[in-house]
């Protein structure tokens, strides 16, 4: 059974940072994309980033590109989310999710979601 659990959210002032891990388990697909989305109230939910597990390709959302960076720890079945230059606008809850496949995407192609983690930014 394929588990993802989140960890690392908090508040923080505009312009920090924080990192948000994704601890991935159960995996039996030889390939997968993890990626991070957010949701803020009111709005619709978004992707973030994006990683080709055991692989090395990214993907970033325009609105945080150059201020996050997401990464992998193949040894710990890990995935980040470095967050620098936050801005209040990044106020949201932040998702892992998990698909088959690389370069997925579009939230309906990953199939498995963690509980979330809250990230707070205040100006």
């Known amino acids: 059974q394929v588990q993802l659990v989140e960890s690392g959210g908090g508040s923080v002032q505009a312009g920090g940072s924080l990192r948000l891990s994704c601890l991935a388990s159960g995996f039996t697909y030889s390939r997968y994309s993890l990626a991070w989305f957010r949701r803020a109230p009111g709005k619709e939910r978004e992707g973030v980033a994006r990683i080709n597990f055991g692989g090395s390709s990214t993907y970033y959302a325009d609105s945080v590109k150059g201020r996050f960076t997401i990464s992998q720890d193949n040894a710990k079945n890990t995935m980040y989310l470095q967050m620098n230059s936050l801005k209040p606008e990044d106020t949201a809850m932040y998702y892992c999710?998990?698909?088959?496949?690389?370069?997925?995407?579009?939230?309906?192609?990953?199939?498995?979601w963690g509980q979330g983690t809250q990230v707070t930014v205040s100006s």
């Open positions: 999710a998990a698909g088959p496949g690389w370069s997925l995407w579009r939230s309906e192609q990953f199939r498995y």
